[in-house]
Nanobody
Framework: QLQLVESGGGLVQPGGSLRLSCAAS????????VGWFRQAPGKEREGVSCVSRSVNTTYYTDSVKGRFSIFRDRAKNTVYLHMNSLTPLDTAVYYCAADFHEWYCSLSGQSIYEHWGQGIQVTVSS
């Protein structure tokens, strides 16, 4: 069974850091575009960052540029999202998603992603 599992979420104080992991089972994540998305209460799900499968091109939404970093560990079949300088505005459920067919990943085209994790809560609060 193809599955994505997120981990690493939790409660952190403003200014703190977290590292989210997206691990795949049943398939090789290295062949997929991988995106991180988040959904805050009362808001639509938005793209945060993604990494393309072929040339490792990365994208970030403006609000996280300079603070978040996406990294693919091919040996571990895992994609990480390093989040620094967190603020309460980063509070959301974070999802990872994987797409096999497109050449590049996308932050706006969520429909291209065939596989989604169950989501993990990130809360930034003092």
């Amino acid at each position: 069974q193809l599955q994505l599992v997120e981990s690493g979420g939790g409660l952190v104080q403003p200014g703190g850091s977290l590292r989210l992991s997206c691990a795949a089972s049943g398939f090789t994540l290295n062949y997929y575009n991988v995106g991180w998305f988040r959904q805050a209460p009362g808001k639509e799900r938005e793209g945060v960052s993604c990494v393309s499968r072929s040339v490792n091109t990365t994208y970030y939404t403006d609000s996280v540029k300079g603070r978040f970093s996406i990294f693919r560990d091919r040996a571990k079949n895992t994609v990480y999202l390093h989040m620094n300088s967190l603020t309460p505005l980063d509070t959301a459920v974070y999802y990872c998603a994987a797409d096999f067919h497109e050449w590049y990943c996308s932050l706006s085209g969520q429909s291209i992603y065939e596989h989604w994790g169950q989501g993990i809560q990130v809360t930034v609060s003092s």
